[in-house]
């Protein structure tokens, strides 16, 4: 039976090993040059914590930094990480709810429907299920997946330190515990709510609820909760409220209707995972903010589900404190994302972990409903080959780009992200004038969106429209006139039109309003620019600045090879094209121009 769980995983992501990268995987990963590990050491391991993007979340960094060192931007390196991760997370929660009915039922054994069979139904159910998807398939959520990972581990090295009798065996299970909570952290913020789950865990069924030691022991839930205080005030800083506060800068709701909207979200998760049939699930979705408790009245009657639900969980905990450990398991793990934390409404990928004892919650109910065990596991293989079936046909949808933002726009039509991440992706397909449509349907939905403005423009210019280009950049600095990202399209499409020092002006702003200074490409094009009109001290100038930023742009290697051959720099220049081609060996020009600098310098 364990063995048809990876059969299982392959079966149903194995199609996906080649699917392309998606929305936040190309800031994330592809447009992150702090991620690009050439070689295993020590100092580039520090690069990588110190510098990439989400640097709160280093372990999963970390991670994506390896892919690129074994396979750059292969895909399907990524990929066969993230479903091995989940593979991983499917037996470990294999194991914890083996241990947690072993622990509850006592060591004696159970005629019938036992326990590993139970266990294993649960994480099989959990293992395909289509709600994980974007835990899987979209690689930069393996943030998500490798939390989780961590979160299960912690869990079972202190089930195991808590049955071991020595003492060494009982401190040694307690590192893991609490190396793998730290691991778990360093991967995804969600994992703050292990000290309390762990203590929940320990109340429930080592202690099997006593009250005695819940009063001597209370302390321990007071260092749990200054342990997460102090995680809070690790993620937030000094001022948490100020920065719980500007995360909603640039949202279109409030902190409070965030919060209200969320126990709508909550009811909606709960609905996915028992219903997930693939036209219901969707990247983003159209889920439109609660401004009170009647709008919309579903804000009313989800509040009074999730009452109930609580309820319910406190109430079953003296009679079925199994079932009441799974409730407080999903509520528990959703407090964080869904809180007042300035954070997207809803996503999929947020019921990853949460889900995890909601399967162990629903074999449970079907072993009280069912009578026959024969009927028990018909039902429940039933189940597992509709939900296998049911995340293959989904996971075809993530195959194509254009196909993937036509199902997203279907199931939410009015959000402007999608209509641009559509036309980005017909433009990639050369079908410029259909994406330009998209851009301008986004700008339509949201007349402030500089992301779509600044693809029309790099469209227009890439169709000839060289006029209408420059008007849409300035329009854009004319309401928000410190975005970088615009001032350097600004500049480089000036610079291409022969006006070097407007161009050079605005290269200058975007760099000035660079994060951190975390972009090369400023320094290149203005490089490039100067070294076009003959300003070849400047250029190279600017190309050693790009270089100081990103050591491993091997387009800027040969950008700087070439302005010092110019020169007649001979000696840097052959370096410059030897580093080009230790980056990228398959680079067939500089391979070329290293050729002709040798007959040069030969001949001379």
């Given at each position: 039976?364990?063995?048809?769980?990876?059969?299982?995983?392959?079966?149903?992501?194995?199609?996906?090993?080649?699917?392309?990268?998606?929305?936040?995987?190309?800031?994330?990963?592809?447009?992150?040059?702090?991620?690009?590990?050439k070689e295993f050491s020590v100092a580039?391991?520090?690069?990588?914590?110190?510098?990439?993007?989400?640097?709160?979340?280093?372990?999963?960094?970390?991670?994506?930094?390896?892919?690129?060192?074994?396979?750059?931007?292969?895909?399907?390196?990524?990929?066969?990480?993230?479903?091995?991760?989940?593979?991983?997370?499917?037996?470990?929660?294999?194991?914890?709810?083996?241990?947690?009915?072993?622990?509850?039922?006592?060591?004696?054994?159970?005629?019938?429907?036992?326990?590993?069979?139970?266990?294993?139904?649960?994480?099989?159910?959990?293992?395909?299920?289509?709600?994980?998807?974007?835990?899987?398939?979209?690689?930069?959520?393996?943030?998500?997946?490798?939390?989780?990972?961590?979160?299960?581990?912690?869990?079972?090295?202190?089930?195991?330190?808590?049955?071991?009798?020595?003492?060494?065996?009982?401190?040694?299970?307690?590192?893991?515990?609490?190396?793998?909570?730290?691991?778990?952290?360093?991967?995804?913020?969600?994992?703050?709510?292990?000290?309390?789950?762990?203590?929940?865990?320990?109340?429930?069924?080592?202690?099997?609820?006593?009250?005695?030691?819940?009063?001597?022991?209370?302390?321990?839930?007071?260092?749990?909760?200054?342990?997460?205080?102090?995680?809070?005030?690790?993620?937030?800083?000094?001022?948490?409220?100020?920065?719980?506060?500007?995360?909603?800068?640039?949202?279109?709701?409030?902190?409070?209707?965030r919060f209200i909207t969320q126990w709508?979200?909550?009811?909606?998760?709960?609905?996915?995972?028992?219903?997930?049939?693939?036209?219901?699930?969707?990247?983003?979705?159209?889920?439109?903010?609660?401004?009170?408790?009647?709008?919309?009245?579903?804000?009313?009657?989800?509040?009074?589900?999730?009452?109930?639900?609580?309820?319910?969980?406190?109430?079953?905990?003296?009679?079925?404190?199994?079932?009441?450990?799974?409730?407080?398991?999903?509520?528990?793990?959703?407090?964080?994302?869904?809180?007042?934390?300035?954070?997207?409404?809803?996503?999929?990928?947020?019921?990853?972990?949460?889900?995890?004892?909601?399967?162990?919650?629903?074999?449970?109910?079907?072993?009280?409903?069912?009578?026959?065990?024969?009927?028990?596991?018909?039902?429940?293989?039933?189940?597992?080959?509709?939900?296998?079936?049911?995340?293959?046909?989904?996971?075809?949808?993530?195959?194509?780009?254009?196909?993937?933002?036509?199902?997203?726009?279907?199931?939410?039509?009015?959000?402007?992200?999608?209509?641009?991440?559509?036309?980005?992706?017909?433009?990639?397909?050369?079908?410029?004038?259909?994406?330009?449509?998209?851009?301008?349907?986004?700008?339509?939905?949201?007349?402030?969106?500089?992301?779509?403005?600044?693809?029309?423009?790099?469209?227009?210019?890439?169709?000839?429209?060289?006029?209408?280009?420059?008007?849409?950049?300035?329009?854009?600095?004319?309401?928000?006139?410190?975005?970088?990202?615009?001032?350097?399209?600004?500049?480089?499409?000036?610079?291409?039109?022969?006006?070097?020092?407007?161009?050079?002006?605005?290269?200058?702003?975007?760099?000035?309003?660079?994060?951190?200074?975390?972009?090369?490409?400023?320094?290149?094009?203005?490089?490039?620019?100067?070294?076009?009109?003959?300003?070849?001290?400047?250029?190279?100038?600017?190309?050693?600045?790009?270089?100081?930023?990103?050591?491993?742009?091997?387009?800027?290697?040969?950008?700087?090879?070439?302005?010092?051959?110019?020169?007649?720099?001979?000696?840097?220049?052959?370096?410059?094209?030897?580093?080009?081609?230790?980056?990228?060996?398959?680079?067939?020009?500089?391979?070329?121009?290293?050729?002709?600098?040798?007959?040069?310098?030969?001949?001379?």
């Amino acid at each position: 039976m364990l063995l048809l769980l990876p059969l299982l995983l392959l079966a149903v992501y194995e199609q996906t090993l080649d699917y392309p990268f998606y929305f936040d995987d190309t800031s994330n990963i592809i447009n992150n040059p702090h991620l690009q590990l050439k070689e295993f050491s020590v100092a580039g391991l520090k690069r990588v914590v110190s510098g990439a993007h989400l640097h709160n979340r280093p372990v999963a960094n970390l991670s994506f930094a390896l892919n690129y060192l074994w396979g750059q931007y292969d895909p399907a390196v990524y990929r066969l990480i993230n479903i091995l991760i989940h593979g991983i997370n499917g037996f470990l929660l294999f194991l914890l709810v083996g241990r947690t009915l072993k622990i509850f039922q006592g060591n004696g054994s159970r005629e019938g429907f036992g326990v590993w069979e139970s266990a294993y139904f649960a994480a099989v159910i959990w293992l395909v299920h289509p709600l994980h998807i974007q835990s899987v398939t979209y690689i930069v959520q393996r943030m998500n997946s490798m939390a989780a990972m961590f979160y299960l581990l912690a869990m079972l090295c202190y089930i195991q330190g808590r049955l071991s009798e020595k003492s060494r065996e009982k401190w040694l299970w307690g590192s893991g515990c609490l190396a793998s909570g730290l691991l778990a952290f360093g991967s995804k913020e969600i994992a703050a709510t292990l000290p309390f789950m762990l203590w929940i865990y320990e109340w429930f069924f080592f202690q099997r609820l006593d009250r005695q030691w819940l009063k001597r022991n209370g302390r321990n839930l007071v260092i749990g909760l200054v342990l997460g205080l102090a995680l809070v005030y690790f993620y937030l800083g000094d001022n948490p409220w100020e920065r719980l506060q500007a995360g909603y800068g640039l949202r279109d709701f409030t902190m409070g209707q965030r919060f209200i909207t969320q126990w709508r979200v909550i009811v909606f998760y709960i609905s996915l995972f028992l219903f997930p049939y693939p036209s219901r699930l969707t990247l983003l979705h159209d889920f439109p903010a609660s401004t009170s408790l009647l709008e919309p009245i579903t804000t009313l009657l989800s509040l009074i589900t999730l009452l109930a639900l609580t309820f319910s969980a406190f109430w079953l905990i003296r009679r079925h404190r199994l079932w009441a450990f799974c409730l407080l398991w999903f509520l528990g793990n959703l407090v964080i994302e869904s809180s007042i934390i300035g954070l997207e409404i809803i996503y999929e990928h947020r019921t990853y972990l949460p889900s995890m004892f909601l399967s162990l919650l629903l074999v449970l109910t079907l072993r009280k409903v069912l009578t026959n065990d024969r009927i028990k596991r018909v039902v429940l293989v039933s189940i597992m080959i509709v939900l296998s079936i049911w995340t293959f046909q989904r996971n075809r949808v993530w195959a194509d780009k254009v196909d993937f933002w036509l199902d997203c726009l279907v199931k939410c039509h009015d959000q402007a992200r999608i209509h641009n991440n559509l036309g980005q992706a017909l433009e990639e397909k050369g079908r410029v004038a259909d994406a330009m449509e998209h851009y301008r349907e986004a700008i339509a939905h949201d007349e402030l969106y500089v992301t779509a403005y600044n693809n029309l423009g790099l469209a227009l210019e890439k169709a000839g429209d060289l006029h209408d280009a420059e008007q849409v950049y300035r329009h854009v600095l004319s309401f928000d006139r410190l975005n970088a990202g615009t001032h350097y399209n600004l500049g480089t499409h000036l610079g291409r039109r022969g006006r070097v020092e407007e161009a050079l002006a605005h290269l200058d702003l975007s760099h000035q309003n660079q994060p951190l200074d975390s972009d090369p490409d400023v320094h290149n094009n203005a490089g490039i620019i100067l070294a076009m009109y003959g300003r070849l001290d400047e250029a190279v100038g600017h190309f050693q600045e790009a270089l100081r930023i990103n050591p491993d742009d091997f387009l800027t290697h040969n950008n700087l090879a070439l302005t010092y051959a110019r020169q007649g720099d001979f000696i840097r220049a052959r370096y410059h094209f030897q580093e080009t081609l230790r980056i990228r060996p398959d680079f067939e020009e500089a391979r070329q121009n290293l050729l002709f600098l040798a007959e040069k310098e030969h001949g001379r």
